[in-house]
């Protein structure tokens, strides 16, 4: 009798050592989902160009009346000004009569036409700066829940709600050398009050004080709804490491707050570079043209003196300066401006 053996059934061997990498796919083997892919991609195709452009005619749709308002009320004035300020024209001609650069050349030899564009960029920076700075100190004041704040945000927004001639009456008032608010401040210390309005040497300030007193009430909303909204966990962290009063405020408020500082400082000078009426009602750019700014001489060049042409000039330079402000501020200031923020 005989007795057979089997062997064990042994299983096949692991390979030992690192995974050789898997081969890629033929193109006779394992490309059918690539195929697949291609073929819902192409069979998707018509869906998406019919929804691409669905979307921009919706797109254009939407934007349409803003467009045609824009080109209607903006771009074309502006360069049917520019247009004009080539002509000779009072109104009353029938026809404007070309005259080509002599408009500009009058303008840039009048001795008052410098003195005007000084005005010009003090009124705007000194607005501007003014407003900025003290509206940030009033809105963190007011957002450290000083006692009456609604009352003291009411009051601060205030002048901004008021339309520019009633504020120009108001100041004329107080600055009113003989019954106004500047006699009482002045006899204080035992001077006479300087008269604002009418003296060469005062005019510019008068009105220069009068437009940001009107605008601060509209910086500190703006700053102060801004701090409210501030991550706290940042003030948290920086008052553990010993930062507090003015280091909170020079480190970590102003660098959070610089995308608002720039939106206001923008259109600020925008704004402050087309003010008209505190000016037409304080002094209307008088003594001579001590306070006479571009906007001003504009409004003085067409409707006092039917000058259309050099009027048009004047607002083309107006124009231009306001276009090298703005961009220089986009292109330098932009950089300075905290957006993680």
């Not at 452009?53 to 004035?77: K, M, Q």
């Not at 050099?310 to 961009?327: D, H, P, Q, W």
Request: aromatic residues 12%.
């Amino acid at each position: 009798m005989s007795i057979t053996v089997r062997s064990p059934r042994t299983e096949p061997a692991v390979p030992s050592g690192p995974v050789p990498p898997e081969e890629p796919v033929g193109p006779s083997g394992g490309d059918a989902p690539m195929r697949q892919g291609r073929s819902e991609r192409r069979r998707r195709s018509p869906q998406r160009r019919r929804r691409a452009r669905r979307d921009a005619l919706l797109f254009g749709a939407l934007i349409a009346p803003n467009l045609i308002a824009i080109i209607v009320f903006s771009y074309y004035p502006a360069l049917y000004n520019i247009g004009l300020s080539f002509f000779d024209w009072d109104f009353v001609a029938p026809s404007p009569e070309w005259v080509g650069l002599a408009n500009y050349t009058d303008l840039f030899t009048d001795a008052g036409f410098g003195q005007v564009i000084v005005n010009t960029l003090i009124f705007t920076g000194v607005s501007v700066v003014g407003s900025l700075v003290l509206g940030l100190l009033l809105g963190s004041l007011l957002a450290t829940k000083v006692p009456l704040t609604g009352f003291a945000q009411t009051m601060a927004f205030a002048p901004h709600m008021l339309p520019g001639a009633a504020v120009g009456i108001l100041w004329l008032f107080m600055f009113d050398p003989n019954y106004g608010l500047s006699r009482w401040v002045f006899s204080l210390f035992g001077a006479a009050s300087p008269a604002w309005t009418t003296t060469s040497d005062w005019s510019l300030w008068a009105i220069t004080i009068a437009y940001t007193w009107q605008r601060l009430g509209f910086v500190t909303v703006i700053c102060y709804t801004a701090i409210l909204d501030l991550p706290k966990d940042l003030y948290e962290a920086a008052a553990l490491d010993g930062a507090h009063g003015w280091k909170l405020f020079r480190h970590l408020t102003l660098p959070l707050l610089s995308p608002i500082t720039f939106f206001l400082s923008i259109t600020g000078i925008i704004s402050a570079a087309q003010a008209f009426d505190i000016i037409s009602i304080m002094t209307s750019g008088g003594p001579g043209v001590s306070s006479s700014t571009l906007s001003w001489m504009v409004y003085e060049e067409a409707f006092q003196k039917f000058d259309i042409g050099t009027a048009s000039a004047a607002a083309t330079v107006l124009l231009v300066v306001l276009l090298i402000i703005t961009y220089v501020q986009v292109r330098y200031g932009d950089k300075k401006v905290n957006y993680d923020s």
